[in-house]
């Protein structure tokens, strides 16, 4: 998308300065889904900062490397591409140029992926492609950094959060519509709340809402209202708003 454009008939709003919408939260929270919805409307590139940590964390079980050895995951780190293309239904994912889109949402992958997070060097190095993606401008990024590490001057930031119960029981509803193996929903959320500690807990850019984020709780509304919420703040922002 070039700035000053919109694209497709669906779009409301009209850009004339590049955008940068950032949305995290934690696991479950309905962030893909709101992401794609604002996509959609304002004419924004969708771009899922998660299935980059995902697709390395495939690349390093492939290797039989263990998620806590920091020295040869940065040394994988250097020798790993991994590229997102954004379409209409979400990102496919090419690591070394092969396309992984559908390896990534194993309960092993998910696991992994969030530990080979916590590694500074593997951060570094996914920060740098996600900010070199963002420099094409009117993008949505969500993932647990993005208004805090990756882009700390978006002009709209949203925190998307709700209780751990409803998140697993969303997770596990969603994973039983799709390919995903089904596990159990104790187990379901005791894995969100595994990823959850760890996200919150690391030392290098945690989770945790930016200073100047706004704050949606999704726990007791619709996605139909949430996305309103998150679409009302794109919309002041490009002056479209009441
Ligand atoms: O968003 P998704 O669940 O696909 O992310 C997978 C994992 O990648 C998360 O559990 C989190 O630990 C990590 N992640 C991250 N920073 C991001 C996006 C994802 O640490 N910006």
């Known amino acids: 998308m070039v700035s000053g454009t919109t694209a497709g008939s669906s779009n409301e ?13 934690p696991a479950g929270a309905g962030k893909s889904t709101v992401a794609r919805a604002l996509a959609q409307r304002f004419g924004l590139l969708n771009l899922e900062s998660g299935a980059m940590y995902r697709a390395f964390a495939l690349k ?9 050895d920091a020295v040869a995951l940065e040394t994988l780190a250097q020798e790993t591409d991994v590229r997102l293309e954004p379409g209409e239904m979400g990102n496919r994912v090419l690591l070394d140029g092969a396309d992984v889109t559908e390896q990534l949402r ?3 992958v998910t696991a992994a992926a969030s530990e080979v997070s916590v590694h500074p060097a593997v951060r570094r190095w ?22 805090t590490a990756v882009f700390p001057h978006a002009p709209v930031k949203i925190f998307l959060d709700a209780s751990p119960e409803k998140r697993g029981e969303r997770r596990y509803e969603q994973n039983r519509s799709t390919a995903v193996p089904t596990e159990m929903p104790a187990k379901v959320l005791e894995e ?3 990823r959850d500690r760890r996200d919150r807990t690391r030392a290098d850019s945690p989770l945790k809402p930016a200073p100047d984020a706004v704050l949606i709780d999704s726990t007791d509304l619709t996605l139909e209202e949430v996305i309103e919420r998150a679409a009302a703040l794109v919309e002041q922002k490009i002056g479209i708003g009441k």
């Open 13 to 25: 709003g009209s850009l004339t300065t590049p955008l940068i919408v950032a949305i995290d939260g």
């Open 60 to 68: 390093a079980i492939r290797a039989r490397i263990a998620t806590g």
């Open 106 to 108: 194993s309960p092993g």
């Open 126 to 147: 996914l920060v740098g492609l996600q900010q070199a993606l963002g420099a094409q401008g009117n993008v949505v990024m969500e993932g647990r950094d993005i208004g």
């Open 192 to 194: 969100i709340r595994a």
